[in-house]
C-alpha cells in the first residue's frame, strides 16, 4: 500500500506519456482532401476539378461521388469522376450560368463520398464568378443533387484538418505541457501562500521546484507552438496575441527566480520572492484567458473561436489528449518532487557544514 501511494502517481503518470507519445504517433489521419485545382472558375462552364486525397482509396470503391456546395440548401453534384489512383480523382461539373444568391463571387466547398473512405469535405475548396445576375434560374439550376446517404467512415483515426493535417499530433504535446504548467503554477501559489502564513517553513523551496519544472514546461509549449505556428501559420512567431501574452508570462517568471539571486540576506528573499509569486500567478489570469479573449488570435478558445470543442477534439483525439494531459501534469510532479529533495539534501549538507 506504502508502494502504491509513493510511486503509484509516478509510474501512473510515466505510463501515460509513454501512451500519448505511442498512441499519438502511430494512430493514422482519416481521409481527406489535401487539394482542390483549379480554386477559381466562371459559371457556365464545365469544370473538371483535380481533387487530391490523403489517406484515401479511391481504386478501392467504384461509388465514388462528388458534390459542389454553396451552402446547406444548394449544391450540384458532379456529372461524371475519374480515378487517377489511390489519391487522386477527377470530377467533372457543370457550373450554372447564374448564382442563387445576389453575390457575384461566392465560395464553395468540396464534399467527396464513397463506401471505403466514407464522406469528407474540404470547405471553401473553389471560388466561383458570375458577371450576370438571375435569382430565378439561379434557384431553378442549383435545387437539385441534395446530399444524401452519406458514407461514414469505419476506420479509427484521428480526424483531418486542411491546414494541420499531421501537426494535429501536437495537441498532444504542446497543449498538455501548457496544462501541466498551469498546475504547477498553482500549487507554487499555495505554498507561497503558506509560507508567508508561516504554516509551511519549507514553502519556499516547495515553490522554486515547483516554477522551475512550470517554466521549464513553459518554454517548451513556446517552442513547440513556433513550430507548430511554422507549419500552419507560415511563421514562427506571427505576433498573435495569445503567443505574446504566453511570452509575457514566461518572463514573469523567469523573473522571479532573477529576484531571488538580487538578495543577500536569506530570510528577506524568502519573503521577497513568496510575495512575487503570488503576483506572478495573478498576472497569468489576464494574460492567458482574458486579454487574448478579448482580441481577434488564430488560437482556438479566443477571440470567439472555441477552444476543445467538436472542430478541435473528436472522440478519438479525447482518449489520447486527457491522457497527455494527466501524465504531462503528474511527469511534472515528479520532476519537481525531485528537485524538492534535492534542495532539501543541499540545505542539510550546508547545515553540517556551517
Not at 500500500?1 to 500519448?20: C, D, E, N, Q
Not at 477559381?40 to 461521388?65: C, H, M, P, V
Not at 495569445?242 to 538578495?263: C, D, E, P, V, W
Request: proline content about 5%; charged content about 20%.
Amino acid at each position: 500500500m506504502r508502494f502504491i501511494k509513493t510511486y503509484g502517481w509516478k509510474l501512473l503518470g510515466v505510463l501515460l506519456v509513454a501512451y500519448s507519445l505511442i498512441a499519438g504517433m502511430l494512430i493514422p489521419l482519416k481521409p481527406g482532401i489535401l487539394e482542390v485545382v483549379p480554386t477559381s472558375l466562371n459559371t457556365d462552364t464545365l469544370a473538371e476539378l483535380k481533387i487530391t486525397g490523403y489517406n484515401t482509396r479511391f481504386t478501392q470503391s467504384s461509388d465514388t461521388r462528388v458534390w459542389l456546395k454553396l451552402n446547406d440548401e444548394f449544391m450540384i453534384k458532379a456529372d461524371s469522376i475519374g480515378i487517377v489512383d489511390d489519391n487522386r480523382i477527377v470530377a467533372f461539373i457543370h457550373i450554372p450560368p447564374y448564382f442563387p444568391v445576389p453575390e457575384n463571387t461566392v465560395d464553395c466547398s468540396i464534399i467527396v463520398d464513397n463506401s471505403v473512405d466514407g464522406a469528407f469535405v474540404k470547405p471553401t475548396a473553389v471560388f466561383l464568378h458570375q458577371n450576370e445576375k438571375n435569382l430565378d434560374l439561379g434557384f431553378a439550376y442549383w435545387r437539385k443533387d441534395l446530399v444524401e446517404d452519406l458514407h461514414t467512415d469505419q476506420m479509427t483515426g484521428f480526424p483531418f484538418r486542411g491546414i494541420l493535417e499531421e501537426t494535429i499530433r501536437n495537441t498532444y504535446y504542446h497543449v498538455p505541457m501548457w496544462f501541466g504548467m498551469m498546475f504547477l503554477f498553482l500549487f507554487s501559489l499555495i505554498f507561497s501562500i503558506r509560507f508567508i502564513r508561516g504554516t509551511d517553513p519549507m514553502g519556499v523551496a516547495k515553490t522554486r521546484s515547483l516554477n522551475q519544472i512550470g517554466l521549464l514546461f513553459g518554454v517548451l509549449g513556446l517552442i513547440t507552438g513556433a513550430i507548430w505556428a511554422k507549419f500552419t501559420w507560415n511563421a514562427f512567431w506571427s505576433m498573435d496575441v495569445k503567443q505574446n501574452m504566453a511570452a509575457i508570462a514566461t518572463l514573469i517568471y523567469l523573473a522571479y527566480f532573477l529576484l531571488g539571486r538580487s538578495f543577500d540576506d536569506p530570510d528577506k528573499r524568502d519573503r521577497v520572492t513568496s510575495a512575487y509569486n503570488i503576483f506572478a500567478f495573478l498576472t497569468l489570469i489576464p494574460l492567458l484567458f482574458i486579454i487574448p479573449r478579448m482580441t481577434d488570435s488564430l488560437h482556438p478558445g479566443n477571440g470567439g473561436n472555441p477552444a476543445l470543442g467538436g472542430e478541435d477534439l473528436d472522440h478519438t483525439m479525447r482518449i489520447v489528449f486527457y491522457p497527455a494531459v494527466i501524465g504531462w501534469t503528474l511527469l511534472g510532479f515528479w520532476m519537481a518532487d525531485l528537485l524538492y529533495r534535492l534542495q532539501v539534501i543541499q540545505q542539510r549538507i550546508d547545515d553540517k557544514q556551517h
